[in-house]
T-cell receptor
Framework: DAGVIQSPRHEVTEMGQEVTLRCKPISGHNSLFWYRQTMMRGLELLIY????????DSGMPEDRFSAKMPNASFSTLKIQPSEPRDSAVYFC????????????FGQGTRLTVV | SQQGEEDPQALSIQEGENATMNCSYKTSINNLQWYRQNSGRGLVHLIL?????REKHSGRLRVTLDTSKKSSSLLITASRAADTASYFC?????????FGAGTQVVVTP
């Protein structure tokens, strides 16, 4: 398996624009996580899905953020409208739902909002 | 970070020395995990310790867990320059995986 695949790797956009980040989890994994990493706030869990269903979105910072998982092999994180403070590295990770399993991370999307 | 802390924030050691970092969390957990992140890359899983375990070894890694104190430690023995990275603990609360702030480790030859 190619691992968790995120796209794009880098995104530069202007304030007010819509941004869509994409993630393809490892085949067979049924849990998917979105994280945001910044120097100030560290690695924050934004939302996670089990079997394509959002379980906990309490980490989503505002209504400008939304995430979907239409099927087991694809998820998106959308920011609309984007703001400079959204600049960060966004990671997607996947795992198997069971006791005591590890998460596998993608390489991340570095988002810069100017 | 979310409901937990790590210390130290940064650690600088020489090759051959041991590196110890600590993690505290606030919730009930199924397990606690440690990850490594090289600059600009994604996180890579190192080791997992279950809530009913107290100590676990994997190669040069030793992890302890004290659920009564809600704390864990990671020991890297005989460090190498290639161990230079950031290390994060993560606590799994019934599928919800949250991370500490991380410890930046620099190992000089």
């Amino acid at each position: 398996d190619a691992g968790v695949i995120q796209s794009p790797r880098h995104e530069v956009t202007e304030m007010g624009q819509e941004v869509t980040l994409r993630c393809k989890p490892i085949s067979g994994h049924n849990s998917l996580f979105w994280y945001r990493q910044t120097m100030m706030r560290g690695l924050e869990l934004l939302i996670y899905f089990n079997n394509n269903v959002p379980i906990d979105d309490s980490g989503m910072p505002e209504d400008r953020f939304s995430a979907k998982m239409p099927n087991a092999s694809f998820s998106t994180l959308k920011i609309q409208p984007s703001e400079p403070r959204d600049s960060a590295v966004y990671f997607c990770a996947s795992s198997l739902i069971s006791d005591n399993t590890e998460a596998f991370f993608g390489q991340g999307t570095r988002l810069t909002v100017v | 970070s979310q409901q937990g802390e790590e210390d130290p924030q940064a650690l600088s050691i020489q090759e051959g020395e041991n590196a110890t970092m600590n993690c505290s969390y606030k919730t009930s957990i199924n397990n606690l995990q440690w990850y490594r992140q090289n600059s600009g890359r994604g996180l890579v899983h190192l080791i997992l310790i279950r809530s009913n375990e107290r100590e676990k070894h994997s190669g040069r890694l030793r992890v302890t867990l004290d659920t009564s104190k809600k704390s864990s430690s990671l020991l890297i023995t005989a460090s190498r320059a290639a161990d230079t990275a950031s290390y994060f603990c993560a606590w799994d609360s019934w599928g919800k995986l949250q991370f500490g702030a991380g410890t930046q480790v620099v190992v000089t030859p």
